[in-house]
């Protein structure tokens, strides 16, 4: 199981201190890019990431409309994971198509009104499949239970790619996900908002 602390709960001012604090003791670095359209809040984009310093794996959730128009920036920015939003997709073949053409691992993120089984075409193109488990556009909300289902799902339609859970991981949530077959925890307010950092990512079953 791999960890991937969420900035989004960081301190953006010290982003590099803030990701060296914590990466000793995770895998991936999770980036929420967020444009005040398709969620109702906006953060960072493609210069950010080429500016975060580290050897964990970027992985990139891009929470916008019209995803296509950014993807050659964040291949260029390092980027390794590139998820974008089902819901943001009416072309999604294209889409994913343009990711791995552009030299990145490809993502699909579905939000909790979403049911997991659109995604049944699109199974064999994916590296990775990210689970909302609360409304994308702003950490520190409940878990939603109904993502242990879709995880589920997945490992039963025979998905053998990373499964990413994203919003509300913390000690309980986090391990429950990992039995119902999840590979990646995101976690950022858990985290970044712990006073001993490595003992919280720790604790999430390390
Ligand atoms: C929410 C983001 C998450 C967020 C999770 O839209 O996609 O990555 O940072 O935050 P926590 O772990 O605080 O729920
Ligand atoms: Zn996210």
Known sequence: MKIAPSILSADFGRLNEEIASVEKFCDWVHVDVMDG???????????VVKCIKTSLVKDVHLMIDSP?????????????YLTVHFEACPNLKEVLDIIRKNGMKVGVSVKPGTPIDVLKEFLDELDLVLVMSVEPGFGGQKFMESALGKISWLRDAGFKGEISVDGGINAETGPACVKAGASVLVAGNYIFGA???EQAIRKLGR
């Open 37 to 47: 359209h398709f969620v109702p809040n906006i953060t960072i984009g493609a210069p």
């Open 68 to 80: 296509e128009k950014y993807i050659e920036d964040f291949a260029k920015a390092g980027t390794n």
């Open 195 to 197: 006073e001993d950092r």
